[in-house]
């Protein structure tokens, strides 16, 4: 199968996506990604990068087209618009001109925010005649609203009218949370070509080739009873809850939360560790995704965080695959899908979202826990993941959804 992959995130980017890729290489899928400059989560273009000019790389067997875009920059309803737009006009000029000697069997969106995205995508399935397969991360235009960064009726409007479009366009959707469902039937008004898919992972080992500096933050973390928050630092992340949860632990002498990455709201959180004189927060940053078995299996137990939102409590983040995947207690303070994973798993402790005096209260209860008890709240995770989301076990389901769907008629 020749599969052209579209995602305006991917490597050095950490997404999920790029374990997608190499695996489908390896299950011996000719695999071609679009993508854009990479410059998530701090909204700077990673060293080497340009936002100008069409660039070609490899990444594990698979090419790999990069277009112009604009940087996020720091995070602002402005800046992301200009951003999400620039990827748009970019797919719809560059990519059919990148992409002119290419021909594909299907094409596989990966569609976090923004979920527009999909436009140029459908345009390019019209060119090459090839049905296309959408795989939704985040609800929109829900998400937006959730976020605050679109208030006008009249413009979210507009994005759900794009939306309906595109939904109504792909030949396939797949949904990361069984809880999509509704929303997304909703929109496409066509419930036979929406399927469960959920984000999966692999169980990855460190092989001792990590950095330094990792290791040294390894070690570190290792020293105390110690809750490790990984990821993008960002404002559906509810980090204030964490800081609020730090403030009350500050007198627990054992315990510290680390916080590895890096997002739209660190100078934030800098600026209220500093405020507050928290010793007991670590902010360590951002690491790449080689270096981030030895950290993660340091912990005393894993944090996940979201706001209190409806619409995002329908999102399960995908690090929770991950987290799952280490086999490390789980401490999550968020509602709906995600909490209800941990739950089932039996994973470790769950607390409201936006709750920092009930965070607190699980970290500590965890911390009271005997080290029989935490151990077993690990080991049910990785079963848990195993039987669900291991990446390698369900490629061929995903393979299968792409191989079998046929063109609908309306496009």
């Known amino acids: 199968m020749r599969l052209l992959l579209w995602s305006q995130y991917f490597w050095p980017e950490n997404f999920p996506i790029n374990e997608i890729a190499s695996e489908l290489v390896r299950a011996g899928v000719s695999v071609t990604v679009l993508t854009g400059k990479p410059n998530y989560p701090d909204g700077r273009f990673f060293q080497g990068y340009k936002g100008i000019g069409i660039l070609h790389e490899h990444f594990m067997g698979a090419s790999v087209v990069r277009i112009p875009i604009l940087p996020r920059g720091g995070g602002s309803a402005a800046r992301l618009a200009l951003n999400y737009i620039s990827f748009v006009l970019s797919g719809y000029l560059c990519a059919p001109i990148a992409l002119r000697r290419h021909q594909f069997d299907a094409i596989f969106v990966y569609a976090p925010s923004p979920l527009i995205q999909a436009l140029p995508a459908l345009f390019l399935s019209f060119l090459k005649r090839a049905p296309m397969t959408l795989w939704v991360q985040d609800l929109w235009p829900d ?3 959730a976020t605050g960064h679109v208030k006008s009726p009249c413009l979210l409007r507009l994005v759900e009218a794009a939306v309906r479009y ?10 990361q949370s069984e809880a ?47 809750v490790v928050f990984a990821g993008n630092v960002g404002r559906a992340q509810s980090v204030e809850t964490i800081v609020e949860a730090a403030y009350y632990l500050r007198d627990a002498r054992n315990i510290k939360i ?3 990455g890096s997002g739209s ?3 934030w959180l800098k600026a209220e560790k500093e405020r507050l004189a928290l010793k007991n927060i670590v902010l360590a940053g951002r690491f790449p995704a080689s270096d981030m078995p030895p950290i993660l299996d340091a912990a005393s137990a894993l944090l996940v965080t979201l706001g209190d939102d409806p619409t995002v409590s329908l999102t399960v983040p ?21 909490a209800r994973i941990i739950k089932e798993a039996e994973a ?22 005997s ?11 990785k079963c848990y993941f195993m039987d669900r989301f291991e990446l390698t076990r369900r490629i061929r389901e995903l393979i299968d959804h792409l191989a079998q769907m046929k063109r609908t008629d309306n496009k």
């Not at 690090?319 to 899908?337: D, M, S, V």
Request: with cysteine; proline share 4%.
């Open 180 to 226: 999509f469902r509704a929303p997304v039937e909703r929109l496409a008004n066509h419930p036979d070509k929406i399927r469960y898919f959920p984000n999966l992972a692999k169980v990855t080992t460190s092989n001792g080739l990590f950095s330094t500096t990792a290791s040294r933050l390894a070690s570190t973390i290792k020293e105390s009873f110690s």
């Open 258 to 260: 680390f916080v590895v």
């Open 348 to 369: 470790g402790l769950v607390c409201p979202s936006g709750n920092s005096v009930e965070l607190a209260q699980a970290i500590l209860n965890l911390a009271g826990m």
């Open 265 to 267: 709201r660190l100078e």
């Open 318 to 338: 995908s690090k929770i695959q991950g987290f799952l995947a280490r086999g490390r207690p789980i401490i999550a303070c968020l509602n709906g899908e995600g």
């Open 371 to 381: 080290d029989e008890e935490r151990e077993q709240f690990g080991i049910n995770a």
């Open 143 to 145: 998400a937006l609203k």
């Open 166 to 175: 595109i939904y109504r366009q792909t030949d396939l959707i797949l949904i």
